[in-house]
């Protein structure tokens, strides 16, 4: 167990509505990362936050944001979902944001839209 | 597009036989870093090793890095059946450049199977 957590573990839904990941830190940790895992690309870096603020960006699409909150936790929002929007969904924190650090990875949600 | 490369693509060994798999990376890094993922979990960290390290052990874990070729590997001894899983290894950029907040950039990874 990392002690990272991430709700739900699965869920499915049709395209063109909306969704919200949440992700809860390891305790102390103050960086949270978003990544995707799909089939056909990999594991991709989507956004990183620390202690509020968004620090790096990577392939995440317009229709998708985040944020995270006073008491650190962080929401991953998905939007006008498409059928290749199918994919897990991780969460992972460091105690700070470098990459020199590692990363304790959650659990993922499993999202599938059809 | 993917920093890190994994080799080979699939890999199947029984208990007992020593498993590697290598890694080669594009452009310049902080450090590499493995990782393991049972299949459909979270991503487990192994081991961090820096630019200026060329080797590093952890357990039966040894990775070694070459910056020069740009590649690292991960040796696994003595395989057991709860090592199946899937690895990856990961770079992080190097201090001082606009990706240096914590931006890794993960690598398709190598299926491991190892069979009692």
């Known amino acids: 167990d990392s002690g990272v957590t991430q709700t739900p573990k699965h869920l499915i839904t049709a395209t063109g509505q909306r969704v919200t990941l949440r992700c809860s830190p390891r305790s102390g940790d103050l960086s949270v990362y978003w990544y995707q895992q799909s089939l056909d690309q990999g594991l991709q870096f989507l956004i990183q936050?620390?202690?509020?603020?968004?620090?790096a960006k990577g392939n995440i699409l317009e229709r998708f944001s985040a944020q995270q909150f006073p008491d650190l936790h962080s929401e991953l929002n998905l939007s006008s979902l498409e059928l290749g929007d199918s994919a897990l969904y991780f969460c992972?924190?460091?105690?700070?944001?470098?990459?020199?650090?590692?990363?304790?990875f959650g659990p993922g949600t499993r999202l599938t839209v059809t | 597009s993917q920093q890190g490369e994994e080799d080979p693509q699939a890999l199947s060994i029984q208990e007992g036989e020593n498993a590697t798999m290598n890694c080669s990376y594009k452009?310049?890094?902080?450090?590499l870093q493995w990782y393991r993922q049972n299949s459909g979990r979270g991503l487990v960290h192994l081991i961090l090793?820096?630019?200026?390290?060329r080797e590093k052990h952890s357990g039966r874990l040894r990775v070694t890095l070459d910056t020069s070729k740009k590649s690292s590997s991960l040796l696994i001894t003595a395989s057991r059946a709860a090592d199946t899983a899937s690895y990856f290894c990961?770079?992080?950029?190097?201090?001082?450049?606009?990706?240096?907040?914590?931006?890794?950039?993960f690598g398709a990874g190598t299926q491991v199977v190892v069979t009692p």
């Open positions: 990961a770079t992080a950029p190097p201090r001082g450049t606009t990706d240096s907040w914590g931006k890794l950039q």
């Open positions: 090793i820096r630019s200026n390290e």
């Open positions: 936050y620390y202690n509020g603020e968004e620090r």
């Open positions: 992972a924190s460091s105690v700070a944001p470098l990459s020199r650090y590692e990363q304790y």
């Open positions: 452009t310049s890094i902080n450090n």
